[in-house]
């Protein structure tokens, strides 16, 4: 089975920020990776697909990037509504798997 | 507009039964491979099981294959989660989602199955 480590856990940052967030496959799974945002009591997002496509939608300011074993999110320039938990998702083989989460709080 | 509304969670003793159901509606559900997803209280999310269009394909966590039973009725645009054998690490709220590799993004609400004495 492919593990996914995300990193890190959790992060503490600033509205304006650039903030990275990574995921590694253990293994190579190509492009076959999606990107996840989950608020609190909500369901979650896609943002991202096939590792760096826009989710429909989604701002400008999310992008993804990388192929194979190690992967991005990035968010330019945070803004209040990008507080949340984030989540990576490998669908290249199953069983597919998420990352155990990014928490992105305010400093 | 889309939805996804998932029923039929509640209180349930260990080793008992419950069957998860999944009403879709504004999209063309038959067209597309549907999944169940969970997540534990304060955890993260975990992927349970897949079902592609036309019940081709089918796949399951380890943790929860040959206890769980995926399927779909194209014809009721509905999703179903048999869930047998249940254990305490089964309760979470159960999110039924559609494709989760791209295309339309669709999730329910979640349903939420507990496990305990």
């Known amino acids: 089975d492919i593990q996914m480590t995300q990193s890190p856990s959790s992060l503490s940052a600033s509205v304006g920020d650039r903030v990275t967030i990574t995921c590694r496959a253990s293994?190579?799974?190509?492009?076959?990776l999606g990107w996840f945002q989950q608020k609190p009591g909500k369901a979650p997002k896609r943002l991202i697909y096939?590792?760096?496509s826009l989710q429909s939608g989604v701002p400008s300011r999310f992008s993804g990037s990388g192929s194979e074993t190690e992967f991005t999110l990035t968010i330019s320039s945070l803004q209040p509504e990008d507080f949340a938990t984030y989540y990576c998702?490998?669908?290249?083989?199953?069983?597919?798997?998420f990352g155990q989460g990014t928490k992105l709080e305010i400093k | 507009e889309v939805q996804l509304v998932e029923s039929g969670g509640g209180l349930v003793k260990p080793g008992g039964s419950l069957r998860l159901s999944c009403a879709a509606s504004?999209?063309?559900?038959?067209?597309?491979?549907m999944n169940w997803v969970r997540q534990a209280p304060g955890k993260g999310l975990e992927w349970v099981s897949s079902?592609?269009?036309?019940?081709?394909?089918?796949n399951y966590a380890d943790s929860v294959r040959g206890r769980f039973t995926i399927s779909r009725d194209d014809a009721k645009n509905s999703l179903y989660l048999q869930m047998n054998s249940l254990r305490a690490e089964d309760t979470a709220l159960y999110y039924c989602?559609?494709?989760?590799?791209?295309?339309?993004?669709?999730w329910g609400q979640g349903t939420l199955v507990t496990v305990s004495s």
């Open positions: 293994q190579g799974i190509r492009n076959d």
């Open positions: 989602a559609g494709p989760l590799s791209g295309g339309p993004d669709y």
């Open positions: 096939t590792a760096s």
């Open positions: 079902i592609t269009s036309s019940s081709t394909y089918i």
């Open positions: 504004g999209f063309a559900f038959s067209k597309y491979s």
């Open positions: 998702l490998q669908h290249n083989s199953f069983p597919q798997a």
